[in-house]
Structure formats: structure tokens, C-alpha cells
């Protein structure tokens, strides 16, 4: 260990504590400052030589993202709110290149393994903590650490996929017990069970149903799975099951008689919201309104029910009609580039017996975060910055250099 240079264990240090904090409402700073550290030591350690980098990235996921950052700063011209826009292009746009990027530099199965710990295992203290905080309110203060039931039910999206691992054998070929990984499937959904979030049932179908589907055409190169299509079934119906019953229970009085998947359904804000976006889209088609998810906030802040502890409604509610109204359909259509090519070079990795395993969880990662980003936006803030650090970690794995 003490030959490992400073600048390595910096490196270390700073991405894993970066997944290890992310998911805390107060964070900010740590995430900041983590991403700060992992990007500068990766740097010196590229320049220096002394770290193994994937192989670069595909042309045309880096001619996408160089197409999406300067039409988010070309957007300062024209933004109806410079102030914001100026704000979010470092909130959101650096944090999550830095995030992609440290992470995508630094990748390789050692570390892989250690960030993959760190995010189970933080992810469980910080919902012990959030349910001992509720417990003791107010004695342990009033405000969620978790961000709140929308903000932890992204997180629990982005971690489902990566709990697979858990009942595939080990890189030595050690098969784990099956029931290590049905047990943290039950954690995971009593987890979202609190946050009486609906779509985050939805999206951990999508995103296990892909993952099945990759795992299903991965054939020889697929990583074992004992007993694997009970726990699907198992699992598709305790899902289906807690969405009724979350359906039912966050739904109004009046619909209290309803069908269960139905309930609150039909009272929900979001087609009014929606139609609204789409009316403001068409102001401004081709470039929108300026980058940050929150620009045209005034719009919609009149919307916010006046019953209840409603939060204030401040975008779209849904991450491609949140798009278009930031960057037009010209800043939609690379977005949706930037996604698709990311699938593709998951759906590559599917090939090599090497990069399955990576490929499996991106694309079900993709997929899920993707889903739940339908009824809500969440490629912001901790969501978004630890998205893009996930999605580098895996990409690079499934392009590490061939060992000589």
C-alpha cells in the first residue's frame, strides 16, 4: 500500500467518498469538493502515465456531449433567466462531467468493487438513519436527509440493478447464496415502500426486466444466476403488489372506492402540467428557453395545488419535455443521442464474457433511471451527478485495455 502514489490514494479516497455522501440533502459541498479531488488526481495521475485508462471514449458519444455542453453555454444568449442558467451550467453540467469523467478515468475491477460497497452499503445506513430521524422527530430535526421520497425512490432506481451482483459468482467463480440477494430485495423494496413513490415500481420493472433481457441474449457470456426465474417471479409480483397498495394509499378520499392501480391516478397534476410545457415549448421550438431544469419556474409555480403540504411546482415533470423547454428540439435530439449511444455501447459489451456483467448494469441502470425520470426529473442535483458517475464507472469498465 505504500508504494501506491498520493495522488492514487487521493483518487480513491475522494471517488468512493463521493457515492458514500451523494445521496444526503446536505451534501452539496462534499459532493463539490469530491468530485474536485477525483478530477484533478486523475488528471496528474493520465499526465504522469501512472494510471490505466479505458480506451477512449465512441466518436460519437463524445461528438454528443460536446454538442450538449455548448449548446447549454451557447444558451446564456438567450435564456429568459441568465441568472439560473449560469448557476445550473455549473451545478449541473460541470458536476456531471467531472462525475463522468473522474469516474470513467479511474475505472478498473478493484476499484469497481470498492465504489459498488460503498453505495450498497451507504445507501442502507442512510436509510436506517432517515427511519430513526422520523422516529425522533423533532429531535432529530424535521428535514428528510434522504431528499425527500422523489429524490431517495431515484436513488433506490439507480441501485437496483447493481444489487444483481449480489447472486452472481465472484470474479474467482465462488457462487454467492441466492438468498443474499433476495434479502437485500426486500430491504431495497420496503426502502421505496416508505418513500410512497408510484412510478419507482414501474421503473425497477423496467429496470430488471432489461437487465433479464441482456442476461437472457448475453447466452455464454452471461454471469450464472442460481434460481434466478423463481426470484423474478417472486420479485414481479411483490412489485406489482406494492404499487396497488402505494397507488391506493396516497390516493385522495374521493377515490378511495376505486380500483387499486387506478387510485390518485386520475387526480394527478401532471397531464395539466404537461399540457402547459408543451404550450411553452412551442414558443420557442428549435433552442428553448435557456438551460436549468427550474428556468421557466414562474410558469409553473401557479399550478401548485393550494391543499396539503403540496410542494411548489417548478418544471415540467418530465425529463424530455424538461429538456425541450431548456435547450429546444435541437438540445432533445442530442439528449436522446447521448442516451442511445449509451445503450448501444452496453448492449456491445453484452459480447465479451470481460464486460457482461458491466454491460448488464448499464443498460438496466439506463433504462430504470430513464423511467422514472417520466413522471419527474431527477437528472439534477445528487440524482443526476450520481447517474453520470455510474454511468462513467460502467462504460469504462466495458472498455478496459486487454492486459499484454
Known sequence: MNRIPFAERILLA?????????????????RA??????????????ARGALAVPRPLPRA?????????????ASLAWSVDRALTFNELRAQLLYGLLAFGAFYVASDPARWRLWWKAMLACAFVLLAAEVSREHLEPLLGTREWDGGGGAFSTHLVILAPLLLPLAWPTEGGTRRPTLLFVLALVVLFYAAWRTENRIVWLAFLVAYGIAAIAHHFARECRPRFDGARYVAVAGVLAIVVLAG?????????????????????????????WSLAIERIAEAPLLGHGYGREVLAPVFQGETPHYGNHPEVRHAHNVFLDVALQLGWIG????????????????????????????????????????????????????????????????GLTRLREAR
Not at 447521448?338 to 448488464?360: Q, W
Open 245 to 273: 397498495f402505494t397507488a391506493h394509499y396516497r390516493a385522495p378520499p374521493a377515490d378511495a372506492g376505486h380500483v387499486l392501480p387506478l387510485a390518485g391516478i386520475e387526480a394527478d397534476l401532471r397531464p395539466k402540467i
Open 33 to 46: 469538493a469530491t468530485l474536485i479531488a477525483a478530477s484533478a488526481s486523475a488528471a496528474f495521475l493520465v
Open 14 to 30: 475522494s471517488t468512493t467518498l463521493f457515492l458514500a455522501v451523494a445521496p444526503f440533502t446536505a451534501s452539496a459541498g462534499w
Open 332 to 395: 432533445e435530439a442530442i439528449f436522446i443521442a447521448i442516451l442511445a449511444i449509451l445503450a448501444i455501447e452496453f448492449a456491445r459489451a453484452l459480447r465479451r464474457r470481460e464486460t457482461c456483467p458491466a454491460g448488464i448494469l448499464g443498460i438496466a441502470v439506463l433504462g430504470g433511471f430513464v423511467t422514472k425520470n417520466l413522471t419527474d426529473d431527477f437528472f439534477y442535483r445528487q440524482n443526476g451527478v450520481v447517474f453520470w458517475a455510474v454511468m462513467g464507472m460502467l462504460i
Open 61 to 73: 458519444l463524445l461528438v454528443a456531449l460536446a454538442a450538449w455542453c455548448i449548446l447549454a453555454i
